[in-house]
């Protein structure tokens, strides 16, 4: 029963807050429920009211997936250093970390669903039920590394969690190995899904090797942007610590992977235009245009530009320690690789088609709309993870606490059962 009291009272925990508090979740949940209401329209109309169509069949939505599939990855940026180099500084925000990434990975996964045509079907890649075809399909290979990574950062917090309520120490030999584990699922996730581009030998764009180390390189960068900005926040509107150490680290973290990650965008680049070959054409598409096409040019060149911007101050050491000039770079480089990795990779692998036609593609307002609903519903999942976590972590939520509590409300009624008059 006590694991039951721990998840009533920290249901109980998500549900208390000042009106600010209330405030923003209502924000949130009327966004979600906004774009929850316009993908009950796609649903009813098909897929036609996006912008897809059979020559570009991945759009805005894979887009979002590919880059939250790297932001989830990034929690191993703070399990590393808590767990393999005894930071305790890190230790303390470590659960945060993972409570962000069962909110990536759920995002992702609910991005997946909202490009299926058809939901209702999605039981047919249902082990057992349907047909998996693991390990010979890659889509399969997807689906076992991202719900194993959704249930491996939500048994680590659990269980710590459920220990701290109980007023217990965690048995570090007990989760240590699923620590580790965590750590290679968290590069495998994002591998997977460098490879689910790279394997289409019939879009050159995607069909390089070097794919899996770029969407590593640009989710070390963007993931530790977004904690620091997320940190940022909760050191300021709550009491819980937030050590000065761990935002300098993701910094510097984070400086070193745009540098990589801009290194390899460069790398393709010149790869591409230096040979001038037919391979190349997506290529052109995306940072020249092609045959007057070019929807996607002034996009990816602001990308490089916040990019670029966000390395030239993480790269000067006193910039990156001023908070002001740290959260303009976490912003460009957040958006810049959002830009980049998401529109930027997705799109152009489907310009021109194996024929050479040209179909270029716009998202319609109503996939705007139902991606802003799932950013929202992550903001609200990671925002109600976060706040029992910080209660649980400050001793405020306590099953000697409830105890305490049971025993005062039952009080009364044992007295009035024992003096009836």
């Given at each position: 029963m006590s694991f039951?009291?721990?998840?009533?009272?920290?249901?109980r925990e998500m549900l208390r807050g000042s009106r600010a508090y209330w405030t923003w979740l209502g924000i949130l949940a009327a966004l979600f429920a906004f774009g929850a209401l316009n993908y009950f329209g796609q649903l009813r109309d098909g897929l036609v009211v996006t912008g897809m169509s059979d020559q570009v069949s991945w759009g805005f939505y894979i887009a979002n997936f590919a880059f939250l599939v790297g932001i989830a990855a990034a929690?191993?940026?703070?399990?590393i250093p808590a767990y393999i180099f005894h930071r305790k500084d890190v230790k303390s925000v470590v659960l945060l970390g993972e409570g962000m990434a069962v909110a990536a990975v759920i995002m992702a996964m609910l991005f997946v669903i909202v490009d299926i045509g058809r939901p209702d079907r999605a039981w047919h890649v249902i082990p057992f039920i349907g047909r998996f075809n693991f390990p010979s399909s890659l889509l399969a290979w997807d689906i076992v590394v991202l719900n194993g990574y959704l249930a491996l950062n939500l048994l680590i917090p659990t269980y710590v969690h459920f220990s701290h309520y109980r007023g217990r120490e965690p048995n570090l030999k007990l989760y240590f190995p699923v620590v580790v584990l965590a750590m290679f699922w968290a590069i495998s996730i994002h591998t997977v899904t460098a490879f689910l581009f790279s394997s289409n030998s019939a879009r050159p764009f995607w069909n390089v090797a070097l794919l899996g180390p770029r969407f590593i390189a640009s989710a070390f960068a963007s993931g530790p942007a977004l904690i620091i900005l997320t940190l940022q926040v909760i050191r300021r509107v709550t009491d819980y610590p937030v050590s000065q150490s761990v935002i300098e680290t993701l910094a510097l973290i984070m400086a070193?992977?745009?540098?990589?990650s801009l290194f390899f965008v460069g790398a393709e680049m010149f790869t591409d235009f230096y040979n001038d070959s037919r391979h190349a054409a997506s290529m052109h598409y995306l940072f020249l245009g092609l045959d007057g096409f070019a929807g996607l040019r002034p996009w990816i060149w602001l990308a490089i530009a916040l990019n670029l911007v966000a390395v030239a101050i993480l790269s000067i050491h006193p910039l990156r320690r001023k908070a002001l000039t740290l959260n303009i770079a976490c912003v460009c480089g957040f958006v810049g690789i959002w830009l980049e990795k998401g529109m930027g990779l997705v799109i152009p692998g489907f310009i021109p088609t194996p024929l050479?036609?040209?179909?270029?593609?716009?998202?319609?307002?109503?996939?705007f709309s139902i991606a802003i609903g799932i950013w929202a519903f992550g903001f609200l999942l990671f925002t109600l993870l976060a706040k029992a976590s910080i209660a649980i972590e400050l001793g405020k939520v306590r099953a000697s606490n409830a105890q305490r509590r049971d025993a005062m409300t039952s009080g009364p009624a044992v007295a009035a059962v024992a003096h009836p008059d």
């Open positions: 039951v009291h721990f998840v009533v009272d920290a249901v929690a191993v940026l703070l399990v070193v992977a745009m540098q990589i050479g036609e040209i179909f270029e593609y716009v998202p319609t307002a109503q996939e």
